[in-house]
C-alpha cells in the first residue's frame, strides 16, 4: 500500500516562498496523478494543483492548477526521489492552510477530492502579513 507524506510547511512572511514536498513510498499500483489540496481554519478542503505522468492531459497539459494559485505555484515531479515538490511563491496570508497531498488513478477531473483514494497527513503552511 503506497503512503504519501508531506514535508516543507512552515511560517513565511507574506511575498516569500515555500517548497512542500510529498513523498511515496510502496507500490504507486498504477496511480499516476498526484494532486495538492488545502484546508484553511473554518473553511472546506479546495484543490490546488495536480500533476500527472500517464499520457493523461487536461487541455494539453499535464499540470493544472486553482485559479487562485495561477502564476505563482508550480508543480513539478521528481522521479529519482518518488515524490512530487509543489512550489509556492508570491505567498499571500489567504495561503494560510494545511497542504495534503492525494494520489488517484486516471481520472478526467483531478479537482474533485472523491477521485482520491490515498491522502497524505498534511502539513501546515502560515503566511503572515
Known amino acids: 500500500q503506497v503512503q504519501l507524506v508531506e514535508s516543507g510547511g512552515g511560517l513565511v512572511q507574506a511575498g516569500g516562498s515555500l517548497r512542500l514536498s510529498c513523498a511515496a513510498s510502496?507500490?504507486?499500483?498504477?496511480?499516476?496523478?498526484i494532486g495538492w489540496f488545502r484546508q484553511a481554519p473554518g473553511k472546506e478542503r479546495e484543490f490546488v494543483a495536480v500533476?500527472?505522468?500517464?499520457?493523461?492531459?487536461?487541455?494539453?497539459?499535464?499540470?493544472n492548477y486553482a485559479d487562485s494559485v495561477k502564476g505563482r505555484f508550480t508543480i513539478s515531479r521528481d522521479n529519482a526521489k518518488n515524490a512530487v515538490s509543489l512550489q509556492m511563491n508570491s505567498l499571500k496570508p489567504e495561503d494560510t492552510a494545511v497542504y495534503y497531498c492525494?494520489?488517484?488513478?486516471?481520472?478526467?477531473?483531478?479537482?474533485?477530492?472523491?477521485?482520491?483514494?490515498?491522502w497524505g497527513q498534511g502539513t501546515q503552511v502560515t503566511v503572515s502579513s
Open positions: 492525494a494520489a488517484a488513478r486516471g481520472v478526467t477531473r483531478p479537482y474533485l477530492q472523491p477521485n482520491y483514494d490515498v
Open positions: 510502496g507500490r504507486m499500483e498504477s496511480r499516476n496523478i
Open positions: 500533476i500527472t505522468w500517464s499520457g493523461l492531459t487536461w487541455n494539453g497539459r499535464s499540470t
